[in-house]
Each structure stands twice: as structure tokens, then as C-alpha cells.
């Protein structure tokens, strides 16, 4: 198998189908989809499902946890994450990663939409990667032991990109924004809790 693509989600019903469709789509269908619902008590799972993805609940109220149970359960070669509001801007996202991914690549990094209106290439000043995980593509091998943290503050991200960019991996870019980050959506943890985004603009 190809692709993992992996989505956390929490009480999502009402906003995971633009994050499933956009995987539903996709002309490239060696992947499987696994949604993890932490600590969900509405039918967020049942949803997924209709969608074929294989899902699993847990009780973490922690999206860094919620993602590294999807890591476990991954299959695939690559591994995608897409938060369970955002979602992929195109159909062929996973047709184009399997024609630029290679055996000299470790993480692939592309480029995404921000707040709907804001282009970003998925490197900021000076050079640095944007540290989120979700405008990535990992080879599930070099991933290895590395996990997200058990931080509640929305920046378990940072800290997985730090993990991961200190292995000295190979990286390839692709700038060409593939992702829609819906940042702020009212309730969001980005919105409650999230770090100040700007230091990586």
C-alpha cells in the first residue's frame, strides 16, 4: 500500500466531510484512510465509515495522541495527515506525491491556502519549514520512533517537526499549495490554544 492518510478528529460530524470528500476524490486510490475519534459522543465515526475508512476510538483529549494511534495503525509506505476540518485542494494531491516521491526523498513538504485567502509556500523566512505536519509526506520507515507529544496547547506539531527535521532526513519541496488550512475556525483548538503562527511567517 501506497499511502496512510491519517485524520484526528473530535466531535467532527458537523465539518469532516470536506476533509473525507477530498480523500474520496482523489484519482490515486492505493491508500487507506484511518480516522481516529478521541473522545467523540457524536457519530463522527459512523460517518467515516461510510466512507471506508478504517476508524478507531479512543479517549486521549489529545490530538498529538490521536495522531500517533494512527501512525500505529498505518500500513502504507507514505504518511498523510489532514485535520478534521481542513482538507485537500485538489484530486489529483495523491496522484502527483507518487510521481515526486523517490528513494532519495524522506519527506516531501508542499505548499498550502491559508485562511482561505493567504498563499504560503511551505518554507518562512530565513529558510525554515513551516512546523506543522499536515503539508508533509513521510516515509512511514523514517518516522520510526519519533511521536507527537502529549501537549495540549496545539503545539504538539512543533515539536514532531522538530523531532523529525533533527534526523538529517532528505527533504524535497513541492510548492504547490495542495491544502486547505481552515486556521480559526470558531472552536477550533488552533483558535483556543494555538501558538502564534507568525513567528514561522
Known amino acids: 500500500m501506497k499511502f496512510s492518510i491519517i485524520i484526528p478528529a473530535h ?3 458537523g465539518y469532516i466531510q470536506n476533509a473525507l470528500d477530498s ?20 457519530n463522527t465515526e459512523e460517518i467515516a465509515k461510510e466512507y471506508g475508512a478504517r476508524t478507531v476510538a479512543v ?3 489529545c490530538d498529538g495522541l490521536t495522531r500517533n494511534k494512527g501512525i500505529e495503525m498505518a500500513q502504507g509506505e507514505w504518511v ?7 482538507w485537500w485542494l485538489h484530486e489529483f494531491v495523491l496522484d502527483q506525491l507518487n510521481s515526486r516521491i523517490s ?15 493567504k498563499y504560503a509556500d511551505p518554507l518562512g523566512n530565513g529558510g525554515y519549514y513551516w512546523p ?4 508533509k509526506c513521510y516515509r512511514r ?5 519519533s511521536r507527537f507529544s502529549d501537549i495540549r496547547d496545539g503545539t504538539a506539531d ?12 532528505r527533504i524535497g519541496i513541492w510548492d504547490m499549495p495542495m491544502y486547505y488550512y481552515n486556521y480559526y475556525r470558531e472552536g477550533s483548538i488552533s483558535e483556543q490554544t494555538g501558538p502564534d503562527w507568525r513567528r514561522y511567517t
Open 158 to 169: 512543533v515539536q514532531f517537526f522538530s523531532q523529525m527535521f533533527n534526523k538529517g532526513l
Open 132 to 135: 506543522a505536519c499536515w503539508n
Open 80 to 86: 498523510l495527515f489532514i485535520d478534521d476540518d481542513d
Open 59 to 61: 479517549d486521549y483529549h
Open 23 to 42: 480523500v474520496a476524490e482523489q484519482t490515486f486510490t492505493d491508500y487507506e484512510l484511518i480516522v481516529v475519534c478521541d473522545s467523540c459522543t457524536d
Open 11 to 13: 466531535n467532527s460530524a
Open 103 to 117: 528513494n532519495d526523498i524522506d519527506i516531501l513538504c508542499f505548499s498550502f491556502i491559508f485562511r482561505g485567502v
Open 141 to 145: 520507515t523514517a518516522i520510526g520512533n
